[in-house]
């Protein structure tokens, strides 16, 4: 069989990106760089035009969207990713959005945590790029327009405070991607 002949593809893991700031000047690499400040996943279909929201009300708080996106507690992370790189091509700014991880830490968090605390808590302060911390740590991440939060480990102490605090952070939008029925349990029917 010729090598370019189609067939069933072979998985691979989704890329990670590199470790340090990324601004909007300097997008993730193999995405096209981020517009103007847009409308947020899932972007709307042909024909429909979005709704002009308000993002930076301040006299008014209402409750952010939710979204769920089922995945295995293996794939939490990737799913995360992908819902990040949905956001940035449909024109969401990096700085708008935070991502938490309830299990082991973001790779970009690992890497910029080794500099120190203080430089990697100031990277926050700047708002210009996407943050990643860890869930245990979300009482000290800002508000952001976009929370997504990767339910990729951790027990359910920690992702049951977690989840309340990811959705008091949240603007607009918070993506919890993980087990549809851990999320629910652990937020009750509300959700």
């Known amino acids: 069989m010729h090598e370019s002949a189609q067939g069933p593809r072979a998985t691979a893991s989704t890329?990670?990106?590199v470790p340090g700031p990324r601004s909007a000047a300097t997008p993730r690499p193999g995405r096209p760089g981020p517009g103007p400040a847009g409308p947020a996943a899932p972007?709307?279909?042909p024909g429909q035009t979005p709704a002009n929201r308000s993002e930076n009300r301040s006299d008014q708080r209402s409750t952010p969207q939710l979204q769920l996106i089922p995945a295995p507690l293996d794939g939490a992370l990737d799913a995360a990713e992908e819902a990040l790189d949905l956001l940035l091509e449909n024109g969401r700014?990096?700085?708008d959005v935070?991502?938490?991880t309830t299990g082991d830490q973001?790779?970009?968090?690992?890497?910029e945590l080794s500099f120190g605390e203080a430089a990697y808590?100031?990277?926050?302060?700047t708002g210009d790029d996407?943050?990643?911390a860890d869930a245990s740590a979300v009482e000290r991440a800002k508000t952001r327009p976009v929370v997504i939060v990767a339910l990729n480990g951790g027990d359910d102490e920690t992702t049951a405070r977690a989840l309340p605090s990811a959705m008091a952070r949240a603007g607009?939008?918070?993506v919890v991607c993980g087990d549809p029925q851990r999320v629910t349990s652990l937020l009750g029917a509300g959700v």
Do not use: E, K, Y
């Open 43 to 45: 972007a709307p279909r």
């Open 130 to 132: 996407v943050f990643f």
């Open 106 to 111: 973001h790779p970009w968090a690992a890497h």
């Open 121 to 125: 808590w100031a990277q926050q302060d």
């Open 98 to 100: 935070l991502v938490l």
């Open 93 to 95: 700014a990096p700085g």
């Open 172 to 174: 607009v939008l918070l």
């Open 15 to 17: 890329p990670r990106p």
